[in-house]
């Protein structure tokens, strides 16, 4: 229940509303028995008299007119005081589930990389879609029908105590039968509808993650196999779908026939009460035409709590993510300084502990404002993990990482992250223009700075492309080359004129020409920028002032290009390895500094 | 088609059809019989329902006055029955409805789904992957009912309303017709409203479309967002589509609930109508009893009316939804067998390109008049500037995409006469996104070949160093990775693909830039590894890091359209020409 109380909280700003549209529930009600109430007038006081002879037909037209109008005029007042009601319950349902999507969007968009890591897209797409309409659904309907039927139900309960105490107690006898039977059910439900949601859940990962590798499944013409896999999802969630609505089917024949047995008591109780002159014909009538006023809420109770326990099901679910916390977070005092940070990095002791395994351990390094540090490394030794440090993708479990002496912690995220420029080895691009792309992080961005940072990183495919600029990429840049997607990324970073740039192996797929110009360029960029480059070419870190090649999560050696290919050891041999050279080949130290 | 944006609405421009839900009916058609029995229950469920009231005025009229306790509890006792009998044909029914509304969208989901794997890289490309998601999975959930006791409903509806129309025309003729006539004006008032909920529930389902594309390409996108601070604008944009989404909702609503206000509203006219009618030109001549009767007939005349309104809604609605499915099973598949297209026999691995013309959009050529054969177990390397279409020869060969003009055959097969499966499963592709799916790094590797023991997948793991790494994780092979695999590096991800690819035992090795990300000392391992294995096998290898390239038997720098040089390493160098360029430049600086 505290699901609906939490649901309550967030229509803040709407409970007016949202009382005034129960209110007309109740309201709704009553009115419609007036159609009756008006028709029967009309009965007794044009019909009637005039079957009798009582007026005659042109006498009376005028009065039927007039009671014709008013029904007319009641219906319409009816209907449209109905669709106002409907119309409330939906825009506060409405209102409702926008902000929960404005919030959980804004949330989502917080979580550190670890929340990312465990929960999958197609995960949270179900929460943002399939449980959120469950609870759209839940305040527009389940709720006003529930309250309708409750309504119904007490209001006829107490007309009927009123009316003859006894009577009525017979008639309710099963009433706390059938409420046992639902709560029972109720209990039963819940975890299957729990079931249910993991099952869609798991649909649309299997859905999603078909689409995003649908190259690779191509690739290896695993199409059936897809088929096959999917089927399985599918399947599975058919049959908890199945078993779900079939759970209501072992207790509806039970909560059904106890409730339309009311007819029977009063067929029976009211017969015999009518034979001793307890009741009067009347008192049976009333009984009797009121009876559907008891069984229906009856009926439609379980049916109701059905759909309730798949809204508890689904909000549990986005309340879960609406209170999910990162642990990356700006500090209360965290600081925010106005101007532009120099760029010098300084990482202390830093270790790195990671799905408890030990990523980073023991790194020490100092990095000053405007210099450029490669770092190189056998695949899986942790230079990504070193560079994710800087803006915060991850927290350092031992040591501190400094920017201009304060520790990263201690800054405020947004300025951080916006001081440091990243393209990453994992390209994603958005489906939006060349220029929205390149844009990104600075949507302000003029045209001319778009194409001289595009220049800078020889974006110059653009202009084969069918719109230039304003060619619309496909998501995660499909139908570019990983070259091309390459330079657009290293194109947006250079845009926001970042103190510290880091290009995680974004030159990897370049050919060779391209990536001597884009060295050419970053080596005179416009702004003071700290570069932190990692890469496997040598001819990407021949340049740096200084190589830190790592290994085993460790720094194993730090040194300029020409230091290090003098000296034994995983540079010297990658070097040699690049270069097809053997060991008597490499240039002695005097030439290798002449030749940088 | 241009490509589609998240805020880029897929108008549809066929105008409403019926043949939509017609088409749904082959889906309902598989379920004929039990369609027919709930409808059959559903009639034996409501008559033993009308029972009871008979029942009661039995016992008020009869027992009642003669006092009889005993016939009062013979009566209940029928009542009883009567009451279980409909219980239990409702239950009957209720069971088969759910059956049938889960097989149907089991069904549709399906066939949604065998056509997705069948369309070609092109269609992934060109829209957000959200609005394909959002399709298979909420779209197909939304027509459930409606395809289900939607039509039940639907067939007894009408049936009672037949029904009701005959016990009035007994009654009344003329005082019928009056009732009747408020018909052609329901019509007109639905044929009013009808385009315009059309089109709002049309809008709605695109405006959701496009709200979930940008959800999950921002889902997919997070950690560029959050490194290039640009929460707040996004969180704009989603809210403006938010917006949209929820605007175009309420339009829907205030035009669909028009229908029962009007429903509910042209009835009382008729009514109205039928005392005035009754008044006028019977007058006293009519009975009480007749107008009694009419009136009584009149609303419930209105009463199937106003439910088949409703179902009217929830059909609009499914429709709606229909048509976007329909319209994706539609989609033409551009890259299929050909009619009679026969399975390529296991091949030797010589692959010959005749005067192949190749165009991605029908405008600008990527290769033109493109010729090459290579011996079987040759090895090649492809240079070349970047998006001078090397990728692009190599996905010629799985026919990925299909080639304009020429010819390319495999073993001097055409291509594009043989099964596509048989072709791509003796092709071993690496791309350069090594995409890894949610499992453990053993069934990703098993990938590659499904039947593959554990033995054989360690195997193929060593031979690409990979077995070092996976088994320092805390579970060995048995690791849990992601999509995107985000618990590994990204060189260690192009190793477990690498190892994939080699377990799928190809005739043809295509490696798309696939060792970019691996250090040179682990791939000079890998290459070590790979050279045994190789033997015998054709290789295709883009890769700008020349100590990959540079032991191939042939080199050829892609440019202009088609091959500008071709040769040996050394051959190469010793014509000064492109790629002697392109040498220089990485060796010397």
């Known amino acids: 229940m505290f699901q609906l109380k939490w649901v309550w909280k967030r229509m803040e700003g709407d409970h007016l509303r949202y009382i005034f549209a129960l209110c007309s529930t109740l309201l709704i009600s009553v009115m419609d028995l007036g159609n009756s109430v008006i028709t029967a007038n009309i009965m007794d006081t044009v019909f009637q008299p005039l ?74 797409m179900t929460r943002l879609t399939g449980d959120l309409d469950m609870v759209r659904f839940a305040v527009s309907w389940i709720i006003r029908n529930l309250f309708g039927n409750i309504l119904s139900f007490v209001i006829t309960a107490v007309v009927f105590f009123v009316t003859d105490w006894l009577f009525a107690l017979t008639m309710l006898v099963v009433s706390p039968i059938i409420l046992a039977l639902t709560a029972l059910f109720s209990k039963r439900v819940h975890p299957l509808y729990v079931e249910l949601r993991e099952r869609l859940s798991q649909l649309n990962t299997q859905a999603q993650e078909n689409i995003s590798g649908n190259r690779v499944i ?37 909560i059904d026939t106890l409730s339309q047995g009311l007819s029977i008591a009063v067929l029976l109780v009211g017969g015999i009460f009518l034979i001793i002159g307890r009741i009067s014909i009347g008192t049976f009538t009333l009984f009797n035409s009121l009876t559907w006023m008891l069984t229906g809420p009856m009926r439609m109770l379980g049916m109701h709590l059905n759909d309730l326990q798949r809204f508890f099901a689904s909000s549990n679910k986005i309340i879960e993510l609406y209170y999910a916390k990162s642990t990356i977070v700006s500090r209360p005092d965290a600081k925010n300084p106005s101007g532009r940070v120099a760029g010098g990095l300084e990482f202390k002791n830093v270790g790195l502990k990671l799905h408890g395994t030990q990523v980073l351990q023991d790194i020490s390094l100092t990095i000053k404002p405007g210099e450029t540090v490669a770092i190189m490394g056998p695949t899986g030794c942790g230079k990504t993990s070193l560079v994710n440090l800087i803006p915060r993708f991850y927290d350092p479990t031992e ?62 495919f653009v202009e084969d492309l069918t719109d230039g600029f304003d060619t619309i990429i496909g998501e995660r840049g499909t139908g570019l080359s990983g070259g091309q997607k390459q330079r657009i990324a290293l194109a947006r970073a250079l845009a926001v004129q970042p103190s510290v740039l880091i290009l995680d192996d974004t030159t990897s797929a370049l050919d060779m020409e391209t990536e001597k110009y884009i060295q050419e360029q970053l080596a005179a960029l416009d702004f003071p920028c700290t570069k932190v480059i990692v890469a496997q070419r040598i001819s990407t870190t021949r340049r740096a002032d200084k190589v830190i090649v790592m290994q085993d999560g460790k720094i194993a050696d730090v040194g300029t290009h020409a230091e290090l290919i003098q000296r034994p050891g995983y540079y010297r041999e990658v070097y040699l390895l690049q270069n097809g050279l053997t060991e008597e080949e490499v240039p002695i130290a005097s030439e290798a500094k002449g030749g940088k | ?106 069904a549709i989901r399906k066939d949604l789904f065998e056509h997705l794997q069948k369309l070609p890289f092109q269609f992934y490309d060109d829209r957000p992957h ?58 007109v008032v639905v044929m009013l409203v009808k385009p315009a909920q059309r089109r709002a529930w049309q809008a709605n389902s695109n405006k959701n479309s496009n709200l979930n594309a940008y959800l999950h390409e921002s889902l997919d996108g997070m950690k560029i967002t959050q490194a290039f601070v640009r929460e707040e604008e996004n969180a704009k944009i989603y809210e403006r589509l938010n917006t949209a989404a929820v605007k175009t909702w309420m339009k829907a609503q205030y035009t669909s609930n028009l229908i029962w206000l009007s429903v509910d509203n042209i009835s009382t006219w008729v009514v109205g109508a039928m005392y005035i009618v009754g008044l006028v030109m019977l007058g006293p001549a009519m009975q009480i009893g007749t107008i009694i009767a009419i009136s009584s007939y009149a609303w419930r005349f209105w009463q199937p009316i106003l439910s088949l309104s409703n179902l009217y809604n929830t059909f609009i609605n499914a429709v709606a939804y229909l048509e976007r499915i329909f319209e994706m099973i539609d989609e033409p598949v551009t890259v299929d067998d050909v009619p009679g297209a026969v399975d390529l026999p296991p091949i030797q691995g010589r692959v010959t390109f005749e005067d192949v013309t190749f165009s991605y959009d029908g405008k600008v050529n990527v290769l033109e008049h493109f010729n090459l054969d290579v ?36 073993d001097g097969h055409d291509i594009s006469q043989v099964t596509l499966h048989s072709l791509r499963s003796q092709m071993g592709i690496m791309l350069q996104d090594s995409f890894i799916f949610s499992g453990t790094i053993m069934d990703n590797i098993r990938y590659g070949r499904l039947d593959a023991t554990d033995e054989e997948v360690m195997a193929a793991a060593k031979t690409v160093c990979a077995h070092e790494f996976i088994s320092q994780m805390e579970d060995g092979y048995f690791t849990q990775v992601n999509e995107r695999g985000s618990r590994l590096s990204q060189g260690q991800r192009q190793l477990v693909a690498f190892a994939r690819t080699l377990l799928s035992d190809p005739k043809i090795l295509v490696l798309d830039e696939a060792t970019s990300s691996i250090d040179a000392k682990t791939e000079r391992m890998v290459q070590q590894g790979l050279e045994a294995l190789l033997k015998g096998r054709t290789s295709f290898v883009i890769a700008h890091r020349l100590s990959t390239i540079k032991n191939s038997d042939r080199i050829l720098f892609i440019s202009d359209k088609g091959i500008a040089e071709a040769g040996k390493h050394d051959e190469l160098l010793a014509r000064k020409g492109k790629y002697y360029h392109l040498y220089t430049a990485q060796v010397e600086d």
């Open chain 2, 375 to 410: 011996q079987p177990g040759e090895s090649i390397a492809l240079v070349g500037p970047t998006g001078a279409g090397k990728t692009t020869v190599v996905n010629l060969i799985s026919r990925f995409y299909n080639i304009n003009e020429g010819r390319l055959l495999l």
């Open chain 1, 399 to 460: 040591g501190q990482v400094l920017l201009d002496g304060t520790p990263v912690r201690m800054y405020d995220l947004k300025k951080l992250r916006s001081s440091v420029g990243i393209a990453t080895q994992d390209v994603f691009l958005f489906s939006d223009t060349v220029d929205g792309n390149i844009a990104y992080g600075d949507i302000d961005l003029s045209e001319e700075d778009v194409k001289r940072y595009a220049k800078m990183a020889a974006v110059d």
């Open chain 2, 130 to 187: 959200g609005k394909i998601l959002t399709r298979v999975i909420n779209y197909v959930n939304s027509v459930s009912d409606a395809l289900s006791n939607g039509i039940i409903n639907f067939v007894l509806e009408i049936f009672n309303l037949v029904l009701i129309a005959i016990f009035m025309f007994i009654c009344d003729v003329r005082l019928s017709l009056v009732v009747i006539a408020g018909v052609p004006l329901l019509v």
């Open chain 1, 51 to 124: 079957q009798n002879g009582a007026v005659t037909a042109q006498g009376i037209l005028p009065h039927l007119i007039t009671m014709v109008a008013v029904l007319i005029g009641f219906t319409l007042f009816r209907t449209g005081f109905n669709y106002l009601s409907i119309m409330t319950y939906e825009s506060c349902s409405q209102k409702l589930i926008f902000g929960l999507r404005r919030d959980l969007y804004k949330n989502m968009q917080e979580q550190d990389q670890a929340f990312f890591g465990m929960n999958r897209t197609g995960d949270l």
């Open chain 1, 218 to 254: 191509k690739a290896f013409a695993r199409e059936d196999y897809e088929i096959q896999r999917f089927d399985e999802k599918n399947r599975d969630y058919k049959e908890a779908n199945k078993t779900a609505s079939l759970m209501w089917l072992k207790f509806s024949p039970y």
């Open chain 2, 1 to 106: 088609m241009a490509r589609n944006r998240y805020d880029v609405d897929e108008n549809l421009e066929t105008p409403f059809n019926i043949k939509h839900l017609l088409r749904a009916g082959q889906y309902i058609g598989r379920h004929k019989k039990k369609m027919i029995l709930s409808l059959i229950f559903s009639a034996i469920s409501a008559a033993a329902g009308l029972l009871g009231p008979l029942m009661v005025q039995r016992g008020i009229n009869v027992s009642v006055p003669n006092k009889d306790v005993r016939e009062l509890v013979l009566l209940s006792v029928g009542m009883l029955a009567a009451i279980i009998v409909s219980v239990l044909f409702s239950r009957a029914r209720s069971k088969y409805m759910i059956e049938v509304g889960q097989e149907i969208i089991y």
